[in-house]
Structures are given as C-alpha cells and as structure tokens.
C-alpha cells in the first residue's frame, strides 16, 4: 500500500435542500485516515456523523470540496463507476445488519463476490469467511429471520470482508446488541483491525469507542 | 443468474399476490386467444358455406324505390318503379349483356305436401331451359316441361322425394308437379339457396299465382374479368334515369362481408385485449409493492455494491416470469377455451386446428410477456433510481 491515505477530506461541505430551507450537515471539513486506522466518529445525533460515513462510503457526492478514496476523487464518478468501487474497497457493517432477507447466511455472504467477476469460487470465499466469523456451520442455510442478532452481525461483518475491501465502515455495529454479544462484535473488528483493514466507526457508546485508536468528535457538522 | 434468482424467490415468497396477478394474465391471454380463434373460426366456417365464386351478378329491384312507391308516383312520370323486374326488363338486360346467361327468377314459399306427409317449402320459379346453367343436379333430369320440378337436396331427404315423387304446392289439391330431378348440395349463396327449395317451371308458377313479373335477376358472367363491364351495362340501360334495380356482384358481397367479419375480429380482439390490460394494472400495482417493501434491501444491494441496471433487470425478471408463467398457462388453457367456443358457437370445434387459428394462442402468449414486461418497466425503473441513503434509512 502507498502512503496514500485511504479516505482524505479537503474543505468537504455537504448541505441538504429540504423545504424548510438548507440544511448543512457537513460544514467545511477535512480530515483523513491512513491506512491501517481505526477511528471512532462520535456526536450527539444530528451532528452529521451520518453524512460523513455515507460520503466515506461513497453512498453520496459532497455539494463543495473534494473527497479521494485511495487517492481516487470521487465527487465526478458516475454512479456506476461509485458502485464498483463500494464493491471492491468498501466493506458496510450497519447497525440494523440488513442482511438481505430473501438469501441464506451464506448467500449473503456470497452476495458481493457474485457482483464481482469472481463468481466462480464464490462459494468456497463465502464459506472460508464465514468460518472465521465463530458461526455454527448448520447456521449458514437460514434465512436471517431465523438468527438471532449477533449472529445476523457475524454474517454481516462476513459479507462486508468477502471482497477483501480496504476500509470498512461501521454505523453503530453493536447498536441492537446487548453488552456481550456486542463485546464479541468488537472484538472481531478489533482482530481485521489487527489485519491491517481500516475501519471507521461511527458510535455514541464511548465503551466501544475505546476500541479505536482515534476519536472524531463533530457537532453540528463540523469536527471539534 | 443471481437476479433471476431473486426475482424467483421474490414470488414464490408472496405466492399469492403473484398467483393473482398471473391470473390476470391467463385470463387476458386466453380472452385474446380464445376470440381470436372464435373470429377466424367464424371467417372460416362462413367461407366454407358459401358456394360462390365471384362470377355472378345479382340485379335486383331497387328497394327504396319501392317504399316510395307507396307515396305519390315518381316525379315526371318515368318507368313504374315496383319491387319486381317486370319481362320487358329483363329482354333490356339481355340485349345489355351479350352473350352472358340470364336467369331470371320469381321466389316464394307455399306448403307442399308430399303423399300424407305435409311442410312448406322456398320456391324458385325459372324459365326450365336457364336451370342448368345456374343447378347441377345429384340425381335425375332437369325439366323439359311446366309439369316437372326439382327439388333442393335437403329438402328432398327430409320428404323422401326422389325423381318421379309427385308433391302437391299449395292447399289445392290440383296443383302437382312430379319431381324430375335432385340437385346437388350448394350452401348458402347471394343469389339463391336451394337446399331447401323446391324449383319450378316459371310458365308454372306464373300460372298458378298469377305472378308474370321476376323478383331478381342472375347473370352469369362468363369471363370473371368482364364483371365490371356487365355491371355498367345493365346500370346504363335500366338505371338511366333513376335508380331502379340494385346491380351486386358477389365478389363486391364477398369482400364487404370479410371486410365485416376482419372489423368483427379486430373488435373482439380488442375487447380482449381489455382484459390484458387490467392484468398489466395488476402487474403494475404487484411490482409496485414489491418495490416499496423491499426499499431498504434495495439500498442494502446498492451500498454493498449492486449497479443500478441490475436493480432493474432484477424487478424486470420478476415481471418477465410472472408474465411467462401467466402466458404458458393461457396459452395451455386457450387450446380448451377455443375448442369449447369453436364447440359451443360453431359446433365446429376442429377449426381450432388450423394454423390461422392456432397463431391466436401464440399472439395472446406474445401479449401476455409483452404486458407484463411493459408493466414491469416503470416499477423497475422507479427501484433502480432510489437513493440508496434514503433506502437504507427507509423503515
């Protein structure tokens, strides 16, 4: 890896035309994360910690400044080409897991490599990755209705490393879990972390914040 | 194939919204089929039936000419207009058409009575000498004099008349011809139809009903080309002044009566093609809430990597097998729906297994996918265009 940063912000604003008038969820600002990081976002709700891991995951284009991703700019890529890079360096760990319901655990997982021109050892990532997540292997064909919520984030955090992404974002992970299962959770980031992914987390919990090796504090969509 | 895939399970999870919705598309392909079938059944057994090729020309007295005859004579005291072709109209149309046949022909209907057994019958009262040009005959001789008559194939099997059978026409009992011939089996026809008819010597009948003048007039063109000519002909000669004849050839009845039937068809199709669309409403509307429900798996698939144009082609395919599987049980189903109207309606069921017929069920089948597909595109669209922020925040 280059001594790139993986995301760098430069005078980045993001303002939301709402009736009521604009909304600025993002005001002025830069920031980057180097390779290897593992950074907390923390803010009262409202603070644009939302905005910032969304255009983090290149999910949207800021209104003025510039966002690289690994060095790339991202505010003039077309969707498609925004797609393709989610796909490949971006992991999404979310807080209500939103596996996709219609698919198995294993099919979730699947998923993103299907998307890929890898297709054909799909399959053998998928149940490798998986593996590595403590799952009970009977548990790989049920739908997510049928597993409990640590287990429905285990094969979340799968899904979101199967494509061997760079950085993996991470929106409130242990938000719907109690206190030991979210433990588990963290400590599983904590081991890619020790792997070299990137990972920035958005949390309020300053518990799991102590995971990270370094704190974003915003209010009101500028950092403090 | 993994969009397929979904697209599959997506169904099979709300099997029964989308059992509806193929309902409506079976419905729809077997209502275009089975009318389509029904209307080229229809062309099919009406062409068979008629007997006429398009070498006749058919004169007949002008009809509104005679409801006005009821009223004050016509303005400037010209030809008597009446509702027959009187003698001297005919010689006109004669020495008007050269050397091709004339028959004039006088009609009517009396009982008849053969032996013990009574009924009524059509009469067709021709000079004996034009018979053969316009009847072939199945069994017998024409007549060479007033006494002899012939008589329709269907009406000689239902009294049993067979040549030499006398039959009595009318209530008087000296009022008897003997038949001299059967003629053969002709079907529906413009100019007459005889299977149902006795025929009898014109001098006969004029005698008996004292009746001289003739209700129309047949040619018989012998170049099919001529028509036209022959036509002119006869219009120039009696309808100079005012119109007092109608001049039809049958192929100008032919071709007005499939133009008919083809408007008959295209009307009937259309009203099936009602039915598709309210199954393509259904689609729309099954396609739409499947998109609004699975609006934050959308921005699931789209966060985690999944281009926009395979959202689309993911609702496209769930709309395709809805309209495939729809369309393959209508067009199943149509085979016994076009059978049973064929049945019902024509009671000629086996015109069902005729190509043009049978194009029908892959015409409704084509409509079928196409509707559905066309139902599918706004859905698809409309699913593919989501923001995926705004989808995964979607509760």
Redesign the interface.
Known sequence: MSDEPVIRFDDVSKVYSLPGGDVVALDHVTLTVEPGEFVAVMGPSGSGKSTLLNLMGCLDVPTSGRIFINGEEISRMSDDVLTRLRRNHIGFIFQQFNLIPLLSALENVEFPVVLTERRGESRERAIRVLRSMDLEEELFSHKPSELSGGQQQRVAIARALVNEPELLLCDEPTGNLDTKTGTAIMDLLRLENGEGKTIVMVTHDPKVAEYAHRHIRIVDGRLV | M?FFD?AR??IR?HWFRSVLAVIGIVIGVIAIASLGILGNSLVLSITETISDVGDTVIVTPHTGAAAAGNGPGPPGGGAVTSNTISERQVGQIERAVGPNTVIPLAQGGDAIAVGSETGAAVIYAMPVEEMPALLDLADGIYPRSTGGALAGSALAAEFGMQPGTRVQVGSNASNTLRVVGVIEERGVGFDINPDFALIVPHAWYSDVYDEEEYDQVIVKVRDVGDIDVVKAAIEETLNRRETVVDVLDTRMILESLFQVFEQITVFTLAIGSISLVVAGVSILNVMMMSVSERT??I????????????VLRMFLYEALILGLIGSIIGGVMSIGTGYLVNAVVLQRPEFLFVPSSLVYILYGMGFGVATSIASGIYPAWKASRLN??QA?RFE
Do not use: A, H
């Not at chain 2, 698939?301 to 144009?309: K, V």
């Open positions: 993994i979904f399970r997506n999870l934050r798996e921005g699931v698939m789209r966060s985690i990597g999944t281009r926009q144009q395979d995926p922020i995964l």
